[in-house]
C-alpha cells in the first residue's frame, strides 16, 4: 500500500487559501474549526513564506500515544484517523501534535471540548466508506473514491502536494533540480523522520 | 484577534453563532447527505422551505455523489477564466471537483474558486423581490415590483428625459447579458450605460487601443511560460489573479527566469520576485521611463522594430531624458543602480513582458501610465512573439467581454463607437429602424455624446442642473451587478442616494446600495430585485487572455431569483419596445435564449472578431478541454472538433464560424499567418501624419508598417483596412461571392466602395482578406505618440493629494475641463490643496487594493462564511515607524481621516512593514460600516453579510482621469489616529 503524506513546496505557496475553502467545501466544515491553515513566516517582510498546514499524518503519530481512550488508528495508507465515538474531548491531543492540528467545537472553559475534529486525508472514519454516518462525523471519503485530498488537488500553484510519499518526493525533488533552489519538505522530520535531499 | 495574515486563528463568538446557525438551517447539500434525500425529487430544493420536502426513499450505500450530473461553468470571480466543475444530484449543487482538463487552471482555484458552490446555496441570499415602504423592507411580487419601476422610469422619461435614467450594469453578467443591457440603454435612448470597467480597466482599454489597436491583453497567462522576464508595475497576481500565478511562478522555475516587481508594497506577489523595488504611488510614469532611460543610454533599445512597427519614438526618447536616475530617485524613490540593472534584465533578457492591473489603471493619469508601459514593450521590440507582451490582468470573471460587447459610455458593442455610421450598422444587425433609435432620445445629438461614467453618476444628480449636460440631472440609478462601495468618495454619493427619486438594485445580495441608502435617509422608491448568479445562467464568459468559455448553467436560479436576461426580458416588455428588441431571439417563459443572443453577437461584431465562435463551438471547446496544449493553448490540427483552434477562440476570431479561424492568442503576431492567428499593428489613427519640422516647413510620415507583415500576405508592406473599394484597387474583388456583393451593396447604397472589414455584414471583405493573407484591419505602425489624447506621450502628474507638494508646480495635474457631460475640476482641487496644506493636515499616502479571499465590492463573498472566516476585520496596513510615532498598536482600533469631507472610518492597524514610511494601504472590499457606524440593521433581515466593515472608498477623493472618468482610489491623503 501506499503511504499517504502532505509536502508544501513553500516557494510555490501564495497564501491564497484555496486549500483551507476546498476542505471547508468538500466536508462542510463548521466556521472555527480550521482542519487546515496556512501559516505565514516574515509577513509583510523580505524573506516572506507561506505554507499550509493540517495534520501531517505523522509516524508514530504523538497523538495517538497520549490518548487516554484509543480514538486514533492508522489505516493500511498510514492515514491517522480519529474515532469521533470514542473521543471524550480532553485535548491531549492537542498539546502532543506538533503541528497544532486537533480542533475542538466548544470553547466553554467548564467540561468536554466537544469531540476532536481534524483533517482525515479525506479518508472519512470508522463508518462504512461513503455512507451518510461517515459524511456526517468525518466529511466526505475522498480516497475511497479513487481521489486525492481536495486541497491539495485544487492548490493553486500546486504547490502542496498530496498522496503516495514517495511520488510526491519524486516530484518535488524533480522541481528543485530543474529550478535551483527549495528550502525543503516542510515539517518532514517532525512528522516523518526523514528529508527529501535535494 | 484575526486581523490579517500572522495570526491567522478563527475568532469565535457571535459570528460563529450565526454561521452554525446555518449549518442547522438550510445547509442543504449535508442536509441531504444525513437525510439520505439525495435519490429524492428535488430539483425545486431552492425554493422550498425544508420542512416541506417530502420524505423519500434512502439512498443506497456507496460513494454519495455517485450518479450525479457534472457540469462545467467558470468561476465568477477574477478573469483567471478557471472552469468551476459541478456535481448536482437533482438539481442541487453538491460538490466540486477539480477542472483537471482546464488549460487555464489545470484543476486549480484560490480560495474564492475554491468555495463558489456556497454562492448558490446561501441562506442569505435575496429570496425575492423588495421595496422600501416607510423605511422598511418590504415583500413585493415580481409583478409589482416591474410595474412600479416601469412606471416610475416612464414618468421620469417624460420630465426630465432618457438620459435621466442611469443604465448601471455589470461584469459578473455574461457576454450575452451585458450586450443585452447595453442593447437595454439603446432601446431606452441613452449612453448612460456602464460597468464595472470603469473602475478598473477604462484606462487600459483607451490607452492601449490608442497604442496598437485593441484595448486588451495581448498575449494570455499560458503564454508567460515562455517569458524569461516578467515585470510587474500595478498588478499583485498573487491575491488578484492566484491562479495565474501558477503559470507565471512556472515560468519563472523552468526559465530561471527574472521576476521583477515594482509596487509601493512589497506584495505577496513580491515574496516570490527576483528583484523587488518599492517606489512612491503615482509615479509610475517616472518609474518606467527611469528603466527607458538606462535602456536609451545604453543602446538596448530594438532598433528595427521601431524603424518597421512604430511611430513617434524622437518625440518619446525628448521625454525619456528628462528622467536620468537622479530626478527618477528624487521623484519615485528607486535608486539608480537597481534601476539600471532591471533596464538591463528587462531589455536584454528576452522575451520579456509587462504585468499590469489596476495598481497601473485606477489614476488621474490612468490612461498615461498604461500608455508608458505599451512604449516600455514597443522599445524593447517585446511585442507580437511569445513570451512577450502586455499582459493586462482583467478583474471580473467577464470584464473583458463586457467591455467588448460595448457595456459602456462611449461606444455601441464592439468599440464601433457612437457616431451615426454606428448606429447604422447596429440598426441593421438588429433589424430595427435607425429614426426610430433617433426618436428614442432626449435630441439625436445625445445619440452621439459620450454618457456620463460611472465614477460620477452623485456628482450628475447633485450638481446644478446647468453643469450637466444633459436634459436634466439623474434621476434614477437601475443598477444590475455592481457594487457601491467600490466607487470613491462615499460620503458624496451618500447625498446623492437620498436625492434619487428611483433606485433599483438588482443583484443575488442587497449589497452596500441598500444599506447606505437606508442610511442616507431613503424611505421609499427603492427596490431590490433578487438576481441569479452566473452559475444559474448559461452563456459565454470572456477570461483575461481574451478566451471565450461557455458556462452551462449548474442549478436553476434559487429562491425567487431569476437570470439576468429575464429582468432584461420582463422591464423591454413593461417599457414596450420587447417586440423590436427581441425580434430574432427565441424567449422561452420568459427567458431569452442566449444562444440566440450570441449568434447575434456573431452577426454584428466584425469589428474586433466576435464573429467566428458560435455557441456550438465554444461549447464544443468545453466538452475538448483536455486536447490543448498548456503552452501554445492549440488542439491538434487533425481533430475532428476543435482541430488547430486556440482554447477559446481567443478573439479576433475572424470571418464568420464556417471559416473556421483559430482564435488569436498572441496579438500583433506576424510570425503567424492570418488564418493561423497572426497579426500585425492597426492602423486606426490615418495612414500619414504631417509634422512640423524645426525649419518650419511639414512632412507626411507614414503611419503603416514598413517593410514587414504577417507570415504569408500576398502584400509584403504596410496596408490600409479593407473596405470593397480597397478590394477593387487590388483587383480582389472577384473572390467575392454574388451573395456578398448584394450585401455589401444593399449597406453601401450609393456608396459600396466605402463598406469595410468592420460593417459589411456578410463577411466576405474579411473572407477575402484572410484569403490573402491579409489582416482585415490593416497592417500600421504602433503609437509611442498617441496624439489626440490629452497627454499624447505620457508625462508625470502628480496625484490631485500628494505629499510631495514640492513637485505640484513642476507635474500639476491637467487644467480644469467638461469631460463626460460633466466639470472636471482636479487641478483646482490640486491648488486649493497646496494652498491650505492639506498635506500637513493628513500627511500619509494612502493607496488601496484587493485580497484574495474577497471580490469586488466584496458583499457577495462575505457573505460566504468560508471566506468570511478567514478575514473578519477591516483594517489599514500602516508602517512600524508611523505607527509609533502615533502610539498606535498593532490589533488596535484606529480613526482614518481623510482629506475631503471631514471623511472618516474606524478599522483596525495593521502594523507592517509591507508599506513603507508615509504610506498606508486599505483593502476596499469592505462595507457596511460608515464613519464609524455599523449599519447591520439596514439590510433586509437574514441578508445581511457575514462580516462588514467600513469601505476604503469612505476616504478616497477626487480625481478623474481626463481620458475615460477613471477614478482615483490607489492614491490620497490621510491621517490615522489610534481610536
Not at chain 2, 456535481?87 to 474558486?113: F, L, T
Not at chain 2, 412600479?148 to 422619461?157: A, C, L, T, V
Not at chain 2, 484595448?215 to 497576481?237: E, F, P, Q, V
Amino acid at each position: 500500500m501506499a503511504r499517504m503524506k502532505f509536502l508544501c513546496d513553500a516557494d510555490r505557496c501564495i497564501e491564497c487559501n484555496a486549500c483551507v475553502t476546498a476542505c471547508k467545501n468538500e466536508h462542510e466544515v463548521p466556521w472555527g474549526i480550521n482542519r487546515r491553515r496556512v501559516v505565514t513566516l516574515n509577513d509583510g517582510k523580505p524573506g516572506e513564506r507561506s505554507i499550509s498546514m493540517a495534520c501531517m499524518h505523522c509516524t508514530d503519530p504523538p497523538c495517538a500515544a497520549v490518548c487516554p481512550t484509543n480514538v486514533f488508528y492508522v489505516t493500511a495508507d498510514a492515514v491517522v484517523l480519529n474515532n469521533k465515538d470514542l473521543c471524550i474531548g480532553c485535548g491531549y491531543c492537542f498539546y502532543a501534535c506538533p503541528f497544532g492540528a486537533p480542533q475542538y467545537p466548544k470553547t466553554t472553559n467548564f467540561g468536554s471540548r466537544g469531540k476532536m475534529d481534524k483533517c482525515t486525508f479525506c479518508a472519512g472514519g470508522p463508518e462504512a466508506d461513503g455512507s451518510k454516518e461517515e459524511y456526517a462525523k468525518y466529511g466526505a471519503n475522498r480516497l475511497a473514491e479513487g481521489k486525492l485530498p481536495l486541497c491539495a488537488e485544487m492548490c493553486s500553484t500546486k504547490s502542496l502536494l498530496a498522496g503516495d510519499g514517495e511520488i510526491i518526493a519524486t516530484i518535488y525533488k524533480e522541481r528543485v533540480a530543474k529550478r535551483g533552489y527549495g528550502s525543503g519538505a516542510w515539517g518532514w522530520q517532525t512528522a516523518y523522520r526523514e528529508t527529501i535531499a535535494t | 484577534m484575526l486581523i490579517k495574515r500572522a495570526e491567522r486563528q478563527s475568532r469565535r463568538g457571535s459570528l460563529a453563532g450565526r454561521v452554525a446557525a446555518q449549518a442547522e438551517g438550510l445547509d442543504r447539500r449535508s442536509f441531504l447527505r444525513r437525510s439520505g434525500l439525495l435519490a429524492s425529487g428535488l430539483a425545486v430544493a431552492g425554493t422550498l422551505p425544508l420542512g416541506s420536502v417530502r420524505k423519500a426513499k434512502a439512498a443506497e450505500a456507496g460513494p454519495l455523489t455517485a450518479g450525479a450530473t457534472v457540469r462545467k461553468s467558470i468561476c465568477t470571480h477574477c478573469a483567471v477564466g478557471c472552469t468551476v466543475t459541478a456535481e448536482v444530484v437533482n438539481g442541487v449543487w453538491v460538490g466540486q471537483e477539480p477542472s483537471w482538463d482546464s488549460p487555464i487552471n489545470r484543476g486549480s482555484h484560490c480560495a474564492k474558486g475554491a468555495s463558489v458552490r456556497e454562492l448558490v446555496h446561501s441562506e442569505r441570499r435575496l429570496r425575492y423581490p423588495m421595496k422600501l415602504v416607510n423605511g422598511q423592507w418590504t415583500r413585493v411580487s415580481w409583478d409589482v415590483a416591474i410595474n412600479e419601476i416601469g412606471d416610475k422610469m416612464m414618468q421620469i422619461r417624460e420630465k426630465s428625459g432618457a438620459d435621466s435614467v442611469y443604465w448601471l450594469g455589470s461584469a459578473k453578467m455574461t457576454n450575452e447579458g451585458s450586450y443585452w443591457f447595453r442593447k437595454l440603454g439603446a432601446y431606452w435612448g441613452t449612453n448612460n450605460t456602464d460597468h464595472q470597467a470603469r473602475i478598473c480597466h477604462s484606462t487600459t482599454v483607451t490607452g492601449v487601443a490608442n497604442t496598437w489597436g485593441y484595448g486588451a491583453m495581448t498575449n494570455n497567462l499560458n503564454d508567460m511560460r515562455n517569458s524569461k522576464t516578467l515585470l510587474y508595475i500595478g498588478s499583485n497576481a498573487a491575491e488578484a489573479h492566484p491562479v495565474g500565478m501558477q503559470h507565471m511562478l512556472e515560468s519563472k522555475e523552468l526559465n530561471k527566469g527574472n521576476f521583477i516587481v515594482f509596487d509601493p508594497r512589497m506584495t505577496r506577489t513580491a515574496a516570490h520576485a527576483t528583484e523587488y523595488a518599492r517606489f512612491r504611488p503615482g509615479t509610475d510614469i517616472p518609474v518606467l521611463y527611469g528603466m527607458m532611460w538606462h535602456i536609451l543610454k545604453n543602446g538596448w533599445e530594438d532598433k528595427e522594430f521601431i524603424r518597421q512597427r512604430v511611430y513617434g519614438f524622437d518625440d518619446l526618447r525628448k521625454e525619456v531624458e528628462k528622467w536620468n536616475p537622479e530626478e527618477c530617485e528624487r521623484v519615485t524613490g528607486v535608486p539608480g543602480a537597481q534601476m539600471e540593472r532591471i533596464a538591463k534584465m528587462f531589455a536584454t533578457e528576452k522575451p520579456a513582458t509587462i504585468i499590469w492591473c489596476m495598481g497601473q489603471t485606477q489614476h488621474s493619469v490612468g490612461t498615461a501610465n498604461v500608455r508608458a508601459s505599451c512604449i516600455a514593450l514597443l522599445m524593447t521590440g517585446n511585442i507580437g512573439k511569445a513570451g512577450t507582451g502586455a499582459n493586462i490582468l482583467r478583474g471580473h470573471d467577464n470584464v473583458q467581454g463586457a467591455t467588448d460587447v460595448g457595456l459602456d459610455i462611449v461606444t455601441l458593442p464592439f468599440y464601433y463607437g457612437l457616431a451615426e455610421g454606428a448606429w447604422k450598422h447596429w440598426s441593421r444587425v438588429w433589424e430595427t429602424d435607425f429614426e426610430w433609435f433617433k426618436s428614442r432620445f432626449d435630441d439625436p445629438k445625445m445619440m452621439n455624446t459620450p454618457g456620463i461614467p460611472l465614477t460620477r453618476w452623485f456628482d450628475a444628480v447633485l450638481l446644478p442642473k446647468d453643469q450637466v449636460a444633459q436634459k436634466d440631472n439623474l434621476k434614477a440609478m437601475f443598477v444590475q451587478g455592481h457594487a457601491s462601495n467600490s466607487i470613491t468618495r462615499i460620503p458624496e454619493s451618500m447625498k446623492a442616494l437620498k436625492a434619487l427619486e428611483l433606485l433599483v438594485i438588482a443583484d443575488p445580495h442587497p449589497t452596500t446600495w441598500a444599506s447606505l441608502s437606508v442610511q442616507a435617509g431613503r424611505k421609499d422608491g427603492t427596490y431590490l430585485l433578487p438576481v441569479a448568479t452566473q452559475f444559474e445562467c448559461a452563456g459565454s464568459r470572456v477570461a483575461t487572455g481574451r478566451q471565450l468559455q461557455w458556462g452551462e448553467q449548474v442549478v436553476k436560479p434559487i429562491f425567487e431569483s431569476k437570470d439576468d436576461l429575464e429582468i432584461m426580458y420582463l422591464l423591454a416588455k413593461k417599457l414596450g419596445f420587447a417586440d423590436k428588441m427581441f425580434k430574432n431571439i427565441k424567449v422561452e417563459n420568459n427567458l431569452p435564449v442566449a444562444e440566440d443572443i450570441l449568434r447575434e453577437i456573431n452577426r454584428g461584431s466584425w469589428s474586433t472578431g466576435y464573429c467566428g465562435q458560435s455557441p456550438e463551438r465554444l461549447k464544443a471547446h468545453m466538452k475538448n478541454q483536455h486536447k490543448f496544449d498548456l503552452v501554445t493553448t492549440r488542439a491538434p490540427k487533425d481533430d475532428p472538433e476543435v482541430g488547430g483552434d486556440y482554447y477559446g477562440l481567443p478573439w479576433p476570431c475572424w470571418g464568420s464560424p464556417e471559416v473556421r479561424h483559430p482564435g488569436s492568442p498572441l496579438l500583433y503576431a506576424p510570425f503567424r499567418s492570418a488564418m493561423d492567428g497572426g497579426g500585425t499593428f492597426r492602423p486606426r489613427f490615418g495612414l500619414e501624419r504631417e509634422e512640423k519640422l524645426p525649419d518650419g516647413t511639414t512632412r507626411k510620415v507614414s503611419l503603416l508598417a514598413d517593410g514587414v507583415y504577417s507570415e504569408g500576405s500576398d502584400i509584403k508592406d504596410g496596408y490600409p483596412e479593407f473596405t470593397y473599394g480597397v478590394l477593387k484597387k487590388l483587383g480582389w474583388d472577384g473572390d467575392l461571392t454574388e451573395t456578398e456583393l448584394a450585401t455589401i451593396n444593399k449597406i453601401g447604397g450609393d456608396k459600396p466602395d466605402g463598406v469595410s472589414w468592420s460593417t459589411d455584414l456578410s463577411g466576405g471583405i474579411q473572407r477575402v482578406a484572410l484569403k490573402h493573407g491579409c489582416i482585415p484591419y490593416g497592417n500600421g505602425k504602433a503609437r509611442m505618440n498617441a496624439f489626440g489624447l490629452p497627454d499624447p506621450i505620457p508625462v508625470h502628474r502628480e496625484p490631485i493629494y500628494t505629499p510631495r507638494v514640492d513637485l505640484v508646480s513642476k507635474f500639476p495635474t491637467l487644467p480644469d475641463a467638461k469631460q463626460f457631460r460633466l466639470p472636471n475640476i482636479g487641478f483646482s482641487l490640486q491648488k486649493a490643496a497646496v494652498d491650505k496644506g492639506i498635506a500637513k493636515q493628513f500627511p500619509l499616502i494612502l493607496s488601496s487594493g484587493r485580497l484574495v479571499e474577497y471580490e469586488g465590492g466584496g458583499e457577495e463573498t462575505r457573505t460566504n462564511p468560508w471566506l468570511a472566516e478567514l478575514q473578519q476585520d477591516m483594517f489599514i496596513e500602516i508602517s512600524p515607524a508611523d505607527a509609533a510615532e502615533r502610539g498606535i498598536k498593532d490589533g488596535g482600533w484606529v480613526w482614518v481621516t481623510g482629506a475631503e469631507n471631514s471623511a472618516k472610518a474606524k478599522m483596525k492597524a495593521l502594523v507592517t512593514e509591507r508599506v513603507g514610511k508615509g504610506v498606508a494601504w486599505m483593502p476596499f472590499h469592505f462595507g457596511g460600516w460608515f464613519g464609524g457606524v455599523d449599519l447591520r440593521g439596514n439590510y433586509p433581515k437574514g441578508t445581511d453579510p457575514y462580516v462588514l466593515g467600513e469601505s476604503a472608498n469612505t476616504i478616497t477623493t477626487y480625481g478623474y482621469d481626463p481620458a475615460t472618468g477613471m477614478q482615483e482610489p490607489k492614491v490620497t491623503l490621510c491621517q490615522i489616529a489610534a481610536a
